[in-house]
């Protein structure tokens, strides 16, 4: 190919033979890898002297073009190490002008690394698990293992001066004790500052991942501005925190080095710069450290779940087998000392019961289903279904009991046989007989693997009404006896929701269902409505029951619901 065109398009020989541009590239190759030259074919077999001297220039060309290049890879490789500098200075060098400049450079040169380390350290500030965790097993392992050495180093180096030129004491003390004041200040701040600038640098990273999410809604109401504006004060509160920092070790950096020098030039040894060093060093290492080691031990002890298996309390494999479900006086809160979000919720839901929760957002009906799931534990009050407490069970035998059709349909790299049966515990004949059911079998016929077709993870390749119904033929799969919806119809079209709702009263006639409510109409074919305001049940009745109550809150949603919809006194009348 050349400028974006197609020249030439042949086997290797055949181009090798008839194209002069295709053997250019190939003996550039051969000369960057060192091999032969290729010989050359077909036109250009027969070359004369002034041909064979231009190739030879070529070549030679070539192969300088590629040594230069070699040779700078080699200069830049020794200069990213910082040792070319030194490596010249070594060769410049002779005597006692060799001995006295190479102690300043090496105070230098170690300074300069150590500065340029603690600006480095500022940079890399994260709140993540992962990179607290990197400083706990290498950084500062790494650090603590150098800090040893050094210490030893400048120790020794002391009591070597101390016992040839006691005098020196009464310069190294001083500053020793000038170091440690200079640290407690330092220390005093730093953590606080850090901390702040992990926080604030978390707050710009989630609003740039939650705008990116929602950008098409974003666009659509035309709150890009106001987005953007939110953002910039975020990162600009994140950069005065950072900033406090820099200002901060640079005071620290300034205040030791000014300490070595008056030092340096009291004692002119290196060993007291050393120390120095390490006070520079160890306040970047300690700060790092201890505020990563801090975010460990809170995320140890954040209480964990309860245990998936309780041996001495395990489930029949057919459990439930009525579907009885009691609510006791259940007061859920999400944190200690937060207020209720379910203040004493009593109800009970009988066996085959279609049940709908309904109540304006927030009111508490996805805690209730998440209290039915033991997400989240009960401050007060229990749930009892057949006779059994949820409490009492461990999670995975209770969430393995249910049925559940979620919000946010969920799809898991793979096949759609895996996405369906996922424990493979059923025939393809009857995954095939649920396709049927949830109208999927013709999408999955379609496909030249039929139940072997791939499904990338969260399912982005198939539409988010198939999804859905892929969730649904979970649910069939597994027949449980109660069976959860947490808003199932919401994002999708009348016709999925029609078919779902069709689905549920045929395939699940028996079963105790739980549903919350997202479209009114889908209520009215459900046997009781369990209204919740502000996390208390309002009412708990037939839905018939309830729209010809005065004052009724389930009432007062379908009368707005249809308001919304255009004709409400003939949707009203039907």
């Not at 098409?216 to 035309?222: C, Y």
């Not at 939110?230 to 509160?237: E, G, M, R, T």
């Not at 009691?326 to 203040?343: A, F, G, M, Q, T």
């Amino acid at each position: 190919m050349s400028e974006g065109k197609i020249v030439e398009a042949a086997t290797y020989d055949q181009l090798l033979a008839s194209s002069q541009q295709f053997q250019n590239l190939v003996n550039a190759h051969k000369v960057t890898s060192g091999s032969e030259l290729q010989p050359h074919y077909g036109v250009q077999k027969h070359k004369t002297p002034k041909e064979e001297i231009q190739k030879i220039n070529t070549e030679q060309h070539l192969r300088e073009s590629l040594g230069d290049q070699l040779i700078k890879e080699e200069e830049r490789e020794i200069g990213d190490t910082g040792l070319k500098p030194y490596m010249q200075y070594l060769n410049q060098s002779k005597g006692f002008l060799y001995l006295s400049l190479s102690v300043i450079f090496h105070f230098v040169f170690i300074i300069g690394q150590f500065v340029q380390s603690l600006w480095l350290a500022a940079d890399l500030q994260d709140s993540s698990v992962s990179f607290d965790m990197r400083i706990v097993d290498l950084d500062l392992a790494f650090a603590f293992t150098l800090s040893i050495g050094t210490t030893m180093n400048t120790y020794f180096s002391f009591g070597v001066l101390a016992f040839l030129t006691w005098p020196i004491l009464f310069v190294i003390l001083p500053m020793v004790y000038i170091t440690i004041i200079l640290q407690r200040f330092y220390f005093a701040s730093a953590k606080e500052l850090m901390r702040i600038d992990g926080t604030t640098k978390s707050s710009v990273a989630s609003h740039l991942a939650e705008s990116v999410a929602g950008a098409v809604t974003i666009r659509a109401f035309g709150e890009e501005d106001r987005f953007f504006s939110q953002y910039l004060k975020l990162i600009d509160a994140n950069e005065y925190t950072d900033q406090s920092f820099r200002c901060l070790m640079s005071k620290l950096v300034v205040n030791i080095l000014m300490a070595g020098f008056i030092g340096m030039a009291l004692s002119y040894g290196l060993s007291l710069n050393l120390f120095l060093v390490i006070s520079v060093q160890s306040q970047c290492i300690m700060s790092n450290s201890i505020i990563a080691i801090e975010r460990l031990e809170q995320y140890m002890h954040i209480p964990s779940e309860a245990p998936e298996i309780i041996e001495g309390n395990r489930l029949a494999l057919n459990w439930p087998v009525v579907g009885k479900v009691e609510i006791r006086d259940l007061k859920v809160r999400y944190r200690p000392n937060s207020p209720l979000v379910l203040r004493g919720i009593s109800c009970v839901f009988e066996e085959g019961d279609k049940i709908e929760i309904v109540g304006k957002t927030g009111s508490g009906k996805t805690t209730l289903i998440s209290s039915l799931f033991h997400l989240v534990e009960p401050t007060e009050g229990s749930i009892i279904i057949d006779d059994i407490n949820v409490s009492t069970l461990g999670l995975h035998d209770l969430r393995s009991h249910f049925g559940v059709i979620p919000q946010d349909p969920t799809l898991f790299s793979g096949s759609v046989r895996f996405n369906l049966d996922p424990l493979m515990e059923h025939t393809d004949q009857e995954i095939w007989e649920v396709l049927k059911k949830c109208q999927l079998r013709e999408a999955v016929q379609e496909k030249e693997e039929g139940l072997s077709s791939l499904v990338v993870q969260d399912g982005s390749n198939w539409s988010l009404g198939l999804r859905k119904l892929f969730c649904l033929g979970r649910a069939l799969l597994k027949r449980r006896k109660i069976l959860v919806l947490d808003e199932t119809t919401a994002s999708i079209d009348n016709a999925t929701d029609s078919l779902i709702q069709r689905t549920i009263r045929t395939e699940f006639a028996n079963c105790t269902v739980i549903t919350v409510a997202h479209r009114i109409p889908t209520v009215m074919d459900y046997t009781m409505v369990l209204s919740i305001s502000d996390g208390q049940a309002v009412e708990y009745d037939e839905p018939m029951k309830l729209m010809s109550k005065e004052g009724s809150l389930f009432g007062q949603l379908v009368k707005e619901y249809w308001s919304h919809s255009g004709n409400v006194s003939g949707h009203l009348e039907d």
